[in-house]
């Protein structure tokens, strides 16, 4: 089992996610290699919260060019996490 900081690397904040906030629904950018178990175990451990329900989805990077030079952002996974109703996490996106 990997460390919660590990896991979780950073919320994702964007308008859609601090809306999706508001329903009790928070994304946040995780470790490739992470599983849904590890990232609900992640985000119980790190927020003192319970989590109903984790979805996951692997991002493609864009590809970019400046130039005649064309390169890669890079792959990313993000998980969107639902919490218990009437549960949130402080401080997520200055909420």
Not at 23 to 51: C, D, L, Q, R, T
Not at 55 to 79: C, E, F, L, S
Not at 86 to 95: N, P, S, V
């Amino acid at each position: 089992m990997r460390d919660a900081r590990d896991v979780l690397q950073r919320p994702v904040i964007s308008e859609k996610s601090v809306g999706m906030a508001e329903e009790g629904k928070y994304s946040f950018w995780v470790a490739p290699a992470a599983n849904k178990i590890e990232i609900k175990h992640a985000v119980e451990e790190m927020f003192k919260v319970h989590v109903v329900s984790v979805h996951t989805m692997n991002v493609k990077g864009k590809v970019k060019r400046v130039g005649r030079y064309v390169g890669q952002r890079p792959d990313r996974k993000k998980a969107i996490v639902t919490l218990r109703a009437g549960e949130k996490i402080e401080g997520y996106a200055g909420l």
